[in-house]
């Protein structure tokens, strides 16, 4: 399964890099006068051609037209900065606006390359604890945890839409509807917590409710997509409230997780409980509060994120790495054994380079009356001192 994910990501990140599509910005619908512009997109192309809703499109480059496929296809023909020659059939005058296309809005490539190495490396870590600990339960379930996150950063689609573009673009929306429940569920049951309230029969018969909004807003998206045909122009409209609620839901799951595992780490009473909770609280806050305060809720509220605010999302790969420390717990000492002899190590390292520097100046006006020429020989001096003295 993590291979098949990995060629579909490789093979998105291609898509992304190699397609480039363009655009009029019109959103072009039949109806019984013909090939109707239902939207015109603000500071498109065609609101700047001048092409106004309910214009009936007659031809294109004064090639007839009679269904939105004819537009669309001579749009695929085309390239950036091209100008294209409509002719459109306005309050029973006919009108010719030239169109200069433009590509279609793809956000930010950069940072797609970024994210989509972050949730590489948050499915690589789920794989590698899965094989290391195949014995525990609980690293399935965060295996599952990392797929989700994957699929929300590596999945984007390119706006194609062949059989590739459709899994991708379905993937990112299931992947970012399941990682709310499925990281809450995680923070109930891990690490164990033998008098907690989801190991009563209440509790486990309730867990299966906690996915039951992403199925809700999946079952939306799916309803909407497949009358597409039919809603026009309120398509846009209700994708973006769909996109809307879908955030608002991420946020709350990546919070209300935090919001248990602190009010769990003042009742554990294992030590090595209470360090696995320490480690993802840490993680978690890290990683989510500042992607979900600095962008999430400025864009759920309508507003323009600042400026950089869309980078806290790489943030997001704390949080996987976290759980990682955690689950393989039988490492969790050591761990810290390393940072404290790192930092240790450290410390030795600077009062030995002191120490040498100290020396090279005691010989030089010692022995040498502070004359540098015989520098190489002061040198090694010191260095045999030093190499003589410290064991680390």
Known sequence: MVVALLVVAMANIRARATWHEVEDGILWAAAPDGVVAR????????????????????????????????????????????????????????????????????????????????????LLVGASVRVRRPDNPATLHFLWLTVAFF???????????????????????????????????????????????????????????????????GGARVATLLRAHDQGAALSTVVLLLERAELVGLAAGLLAGLVIMLRSLGRVRSVTARRQL?????????????????????????????????????????????????????????????IKRALVYAAAVAAIAAIYAVLLKLAREVFFGG???????????????????SRP
Do not use: K
């Open 39 to 122: 939207e015109v997109a603000p500071r498109s192309p065609g609101a700047a051609a001048g092409v106004q809703p309910g214009d009936v499109l007659e031809a294109v480059n004064g090639t007839p037209v009679d269904r939105p496929a004819d537009v669309t296809a001579r749009l695929h023909a085309s390239v950036r900065g091209q100008t294209i020659v409509y002719t459109l059939s306005r309050t029973r005058t006919r009108e010719l606006v030239t169109v200069r296309l433009a590509p279609i809005p793809s956000g930010a490539q950069g940072l797609y390359y970024v994210l989509a190495s972050v949730g590489i490396f948050s």
């Open 151 to 217: 699929g929300m950063l590596a999945f984007s689609f390119s706006g194609r839409f062949d059989t590739l573009d459709w899994t991708v673009y379905w993937g990112d929306v299931w992947a970012t509807l399941l990682l709310p429940p499925l990281f809450v569920h995680f923070t109930l049951v891990f690490p164990e917590r033998p008098d907690s309230w989801v190991q009563s029969d209440a509790g486990r018969s309730s867990l299966p409710l906690l996915y039951l909004p992403a199925l809700l807003l």
């Open 278 to 338: 320490r480690w993802i609280v840490w993680g978690t806050a890290l990683g989510a509060v500042p992607f979900a305060l600095g962008y999430t809720v400025p864009y759920v509220l309508g507003f323009t994120p600042p400026r950089g605010a869309d980078l806290t999302a790489v943030l997001l790969g704390l949080v996987p790495l976290a759980f990682a420390s955690a689950l393989v717990r039988y490492r969790l000492m050591d761990v810290e054994v390393i």
């Open 371 to 389: 004359n540098d020429t015989h520098n190489s020989v002061i040198a090694l001096l010191a260095t045999l001192v030093v190499v003589l003295l």
